[in-house]
């Protein structure tokens, strides 16, 4: 456990940005990755449903990594979320980042249908053995269709100690109960965009990976948290009441959130968006509101 406790705070999840030809945008991920860690992130993710994952051919993937690591150049901790379809990928992927970089991996589970939960965790250990990094499971049944017990997280923690980790998806009364009954032994991290991100910290949460269009605020937002006091809190929830309906607008359903939340982003930062297709096709109505929302919450700092 005590070689997670480093990994705490904000982690945006780095969204992909494709230029004309639908390539990757080399110069728009850069200045992506730039205004979070001026922001103050904690850490940085990548490669989750924000990044359009299961759009990127495995190289592209790499690319992806590569190109963060040479922006955070070791300043804060990277995550990377492992994605594949079979264990093999997945152990090939999980030793490409490591080398390239990576300080822990998310583990997601393939859209296979059918699997038992010790099919699960048969699958999850292998990979894990394939790697000295720590590991997290992405428990998202909601958005994955896959999720494993309470009993079957500790059953695989207690045969692989690189698992010290969980994200999670989930309202932040379901992550309280997932923390109490882990007894201290994985640091939980929530997404959801930074839902309830004040009351996620009060359940034991050690932090969150949301996306990055409001993250400047919930940097802020953690650290009034992690401060105290009643002062504190009341800043921060604030600032919490501040971004919520941006948050609530993005966050009604994965492409709703591909679409808008990285548009309110790129307005903030100056950027155009390219879609990778298949992809939502935003409406008049949406992009007037990711103008108001953009314009809400002010360019980036230091823009």
């Known amino acids: 456990m005590s070689e997670s406790l480093k990994f705490r705070g904000i982690y945006p999840i780095l969204y992909a940005f494709f230029d004309r030809q639908g390539k990757l945008d080399r110069e728009a991920m850069r200045l992506q990755i730039r205004a979070c860690l001026d922001a103050g992130a904690h850490g940085l993710a990548m490669l989750g449903l924000a990044t359009e994952v299961a759009k990127l051919e495995e190289s592209e993937r790499l690319q992806i990594v590569e190109w963060a690591a040479e922006e ?21 992927f999980a030793k490409m980042v490591q080398s390239s970089g990576a300080d822990w991996l998310i583990l997601q589970p393939p859209p296979v249908k059918g699997l038992s939960e010790a099919d699960w965790l048969d699958f999850f250990g292998r990979v894990m053995d394939s790697t000295s990094l720590p590991v997290a499971i992405q428990n998202a049944p909601e958005y994955l269709g896959v999720g494993l017990s309470v009993k079957g997280l500790m059953d695989l923690q207690q045969r692989h100690p690189n698992f010290t980790l969980l994200k999670g998806e989930g309202p932040a009364g379901t992550m309280a109960e997932v923390i109490r009954s882990m007894q201290g032994k994985l640091s939980v991290f929530n997404g959801r965009g930074g839902l309830e991100l004040t009351d996620n910290l009060r359940a034991g949460c050690v932090g969150m990976v949301p996306a990055p269009e409001c993250v400047d605020r919930q940097i802020r937002i953690f650290e009034l948290m992690e401060e105290g006091g009643s002062k504190a809190e009341r800043e921060a929830e604030r600032l919490y009441q501040e971004i919520l309906p941006v948050i609530v607008f993005v966050m009604q359903s ?14 903030r930062l100056g950027l155009d968006v390219h879609d990778r297709l298949p992809s939502m096709t935003p409406t008049a109505f949406g992009l007037e509101r990711v103008q108001a ?5 002010g360019p980036w700092p230091g823009k």
Do not use: N
């Open 72 to 92: 955070v150049s070791g300043k804060v901790p990277m995550a990377v979320t492992v994605f594949g379809h079979s264990v093999d990928q997945q152990i090939r």
């Open 254 to 267: 994965i492409e709703h959130f591909l679409c808008y939340g990285k548009r309110i982003l790129a307005a």
């Open 293 to 297: 929302y953009a314009k809400m919450l």
